[in-house]
């Protein structure tokens, strides 16, 4: 059972590496390979026997649709070991078209996705029984529509016809043709974005006057987005001049209210001022109604018995500049007293 076991892949139960890539004249697998019916797969099968499921494709751009397409061909058993199948370049670009990607980059997409456990290169276009044989495949994988290439009307149908076939469901709206078709239909816009990055117009295969068009369109482009910046850096600077004048405005009008309330409640009709006035005018009546009166008698002062008042000192002459009159002789003086004295007797 050891040998066995050592001899058959099992299916990747980690992730911490990339799937193998299948031989090239044999299969790995060593364990008996008796045929399955798809209700002994269903009910699960021994470790060392794994349901070898086969899925072919292209794979060109791969992406969520073909993921999907192999997360259900991993799922369809409880012990699924996933084999899948990419045809080369030559039998593709034969029967299908040119692809975007060549063959070693969808060879290393499918070692990388997280459902496949092992990649089978070069694919046949068509299954045989040989190679289902050489390969030990089970059962194939693949959605129900009749897909008609290389002069048949549909190349699984012997393998719907031997019971080893099983249907996937395709997902809508993702292919590769729909990649294909957004990139053709807005070329001019990844032409231009990949001359912008430094491609040369000869790697885009974008003729002398294209070139010049759209790096001209790049540059108006520029312009419009700094235009665009500039308006939005603009608008949010009125924005914020609009905001604090909205605040200003409504504190000013806060501070206003609060002025006039505050000068209603001091100069109005039932104000405080009013009747700080009323009070001093009654009290300035009052008094000159009825004035206080003055004492009759003052106390007078006394004086101390040690000192005694010192007599006025007589006052000072100032000398003034005009001329003092002429004084009388003595005798003219004595002849006008004694003539008062006579009238004076007379009387």
Request: glycine letters at 4%; one cysteine or more; charged letters at 30%.
């Amino acid at each position: 059972m050891e040998e066995l076991e050592h001899t058959c892949p099992h299916p990747r139960t980690t992730l911490t590496e990339p799937a193998i890539f299948a031989r090239e004249t044999s299969c790995d697998c060593r364990a008996p390979h008796e045929k399955l019916t798809i209700a002994q797969a269903s009910r699960g099968t021994p470790v060392d026997r794994p349901v070898r499921v086969y899925a072919d494709g292209i794979f060109d751009l791969f992406h969520s649709g073909h993921a999907r397409a192999l997360m259900q061909a991993k799922n369809l058993f409880p012990n699924t070991y996933l084999i899948v199948g990419v045809c080369s370049d030559e039998l593709t670009h034969k029967y299908k078209g040119f692809t975007v990607m060549t063959e070693h980059e969808r060879y290393e997409a499918l070692r990388h996705c997280r459902y496949v456990d092992e990649v089978l290169r070069d694919a046949p276009w068509t299954l045989t029984p040989e190679f289902l044989e050489k390969h030990r495949i089970d059962f194939v994988a693949h959605d129900d529509i009749p897909y008609s290439s290389a002069g048949s009307e549909d190349v699984y149908k012997h393998i719907k016809e031997a019971g080893m076939f099983v249907p996937t469901q395709r997902t809508e709206g993702i292919s590769t043709s729909d990649i294909i078709t957004r990139i053709v239909k807005d070329y001019d816009v990844y032409a231009r974005r990949n001359l912008q990055r430094g491609y040369t117009a000869k790697e885009l295969n974008v003729s002398y006057i294209n070139e010049k068009k759209y790096r001209l369109q790049n540059q108006v482009d520029r312009m419009k987005e700094k235009v665009r910046t500039v308006e939005e850096k603009s608008k949010h600077f009125v924005y914020r001049v609009e905001e604090k004048s909205h605040d200003l405005i409504q504190k000013w009008e806060e501070k206003s209210r609060e002025f006039i309330g505050n000068f209603l409640e001091l100069f109005g009709p039932d104000g405080t001022w009013k009747q700080v006035f009323q009070e001093r005018s009654g009290r300035m009546l009052s008094y000159a109604l009825s004035p206080r009166g003055s004492p009759c008698n003052s106390p007078p002062r006394e004086l101390s018995p040690l000192r005694s008042p010192s007599p006025p000192s007589p006052p000072t002459r100032r000398h003034s500049a005009r001329p003092t009159p002429p004084t009388a002789p003595k005798g003219a003086s004595a002849s006008i007293s004694s003539m008062s004295e006579g009238d004076e007797d007379e009387k």
